[in-house]
């Protein structure tokens, strides 16, 4: 049997933290776009598009990135839940202070799933966007993101979505995060 070749490296730290979840990845090349998109989101880029980020990688275009995303057989929740597991190691059962917050993005147009015309915190007023209820750690004065789930609002429901309120989404949130 051949063995696969080893990843290319990026930024130490990144590699030693992409390092926990690399079983997690079928192929090479689904291991090298999660530690590419990781690299994408530390760095200084003013607007962190798949495109702008195979840029700053060394891709040649963005493909590679976008199917990672859309069509690549890695499973979103044992990512979670190796993550939550981590963490919880590191916190080795001293407790944290969980924060609950909703945070919106204003979007032109109604093609992105989820977008409606609704509050946005972050914004102080009703405007088109789409809303995420995010959980947020705090230890030792360090705030940490937990976990996070798109508010879909009931007239905007796919195939198989159930509707649940912001609060529902956050009570389900924090029995998972703890």
Not at 105 to 113: A, E, Q
Request: glycine share 6%.
């Amino acid at each position: 049997m051949v063995q696969p070749r080893p990843a290319a490296p990026t930024v130490k730290f990144v590699d030693e933290y992409c390092q926990w979840y690399k079983s997690l990845f079928p192929d090479v090349r689904s291991f090298e776009a999660f530690k590419y998109l990781h690299v994408g989101c530390i760095s200084d880029l003013k607007r962190k598009t798949l495109p702008e980020i195979a840029k700053i990688v060394g891709l040649d275009n963005q493909q590679g990135l976008h199917h990672f995303l859309t069509t690549s057989p890695w499973d979103i929740e044992k990512l979670r839940t190796l993550r939550l597991e981590l963490i919880l190691q590191v916190l080795k059962g001293r407790p944290i202070i969980l924060i609950i917050d909703e945070t919106g993005d204003k979007k032109k147009g109604s093609k992105t799933d989820y977008v409606k015309r609704q509050y946005i915190g972050n914004l102080g007023k009703t405007d088109n966007g789409i809303v995420a209820v995010t959980v947020y750690g705090v230890f030792c004065g360090m705030t940490f993101p937990l976990l996070f789930e798109v508010y879909k609002p009931r007239e905007r429901l796919q195939a198989g979505d159930k509707y649940r309120t912001k609060p529902e989404i956050a009570a389900i949130l924090i029995k998972k995060a703890t």
